[in-house]
């Protein structure tokens, strides 16, 4: 009983300290955004004159009001269109097991190892070529591919999972291909979609290398990429930077809120099932 409860204590502290140094550095982040621009605060030092203006020029300077718009488009884009690959793909990898299904499986895993900086050259010769350099689409291809090893791996888990007594009676029933798959397993797959419509979302907000390489209009990048436009005269101003760090990381932060217990289940899911 002694030991229980000795572990009960030791993971509380754990987890107080974790959330101490998680919180941390927002806290400082915050801190910094409210002191004069210009200078360049040290420690966790609240400022005399806490200088709130510091967000609205932020705003003001990255036109976050076009970002906004232009990470939803991008949004709207990427996630809906990965969904229905990923699903389909899933699908037949781990359900139908079709022929050269573990080649395909060892392909995208093998995907997963790319990483972002490694294609980034290659993508944007293709896309000077394409003619695509410096639109939305420059920044939407690439993610939808670039996502589709993780997306398609996570599907797969899930349709591999199903009970093959599931399928087998709608094919008793009469069901096609079609019928098997749109009114009897994506049904099924709610959870695991919402949750990895979830994730994509997210990392499609938050993508900061593709839009600052591929788009040099920053009204058209994702709201990560807006860290760009405080380049040049502002690109040693600190709590503007700080500012602009914050606003950029508010919608994140909001989604999360919203919506923790999926991304949490999300996250959960993927290590039972992968």
């Not at 392909?107 to 070529?129: H, M």
């Not at 798959?181 to 709610?190: K, Q, T």
């Amino acid at each position: 009983m002694q030991i229980a409860r000795g572990e009960r204590w030791a993971g509380r502290v754990f987890l107080v300290a974790l959330m101490g140094l998680t919180v941390l550095p927002f806290i400082s982040i915050f801190t910094t955004a409210l002191h004069p621009s210009g200078t360049v605060p040290r420690g966790l030092v609240w400022p005399a004159e806490p200088q709130w203006g510091n967000f609205v020029t932020a705003y003001r300077v990255a036109e976050m009001h076009a970002l906004l718009l232009s990470s939803t488009l991008i949004v709207l884009a990427v996630v809906p269109v990965s969904l229905v690959i990923a699903t389909m793909a899933g699908f037949a990898i781990g359900l139908l097991r079709i022929p050269g299904a573990r080649v395909l499986l060892a392909l995208f895993v093998l995907g997963l190892t790319l990483p972002f900086p490694g294609v980034i050259v290659p993508i944007y010769i293709l896309e000077r070529a394409l003619g695509i350099y410096n639109t939305r689409l420059a920044i939407v291809l690439p993610l939808i591919a670039l996502f589709m090893p993780f997306a398609v791996f996570w599907m797969r888990a899930h349709f591999i999972s199903m009970p093959a007594e599931i399928s087998d009676a709608a094919r008793v029933d009469g069901a096609s291909l079609w019928d098997l798959f749109w009114r009897i397993h994506v049904p099924l797959a709610r959870a695991p979609l919402a949750s990895l419509a979830i994730l994509l979302s997210i990392w499609t907000w938050n993508q900061f290398l593709l839009a600052l390489v591929l788009v040099e209009d920053p009204t058209r990048r994702t709201m990560a990429g807006a860290l760009g436009a405080f380049q040049g005269q502002y690109a040693t101003d600190v709590p503007l930077l700080c500012a602009g760090t914050l606003l950029i990381l508010t919608p994140t932060l909001i989604l999360f809120v919203l919506f923790q217990r999926q991304i949490i289940t999300a996250l959960l899911q993927g290590a039972v099932k992968g």
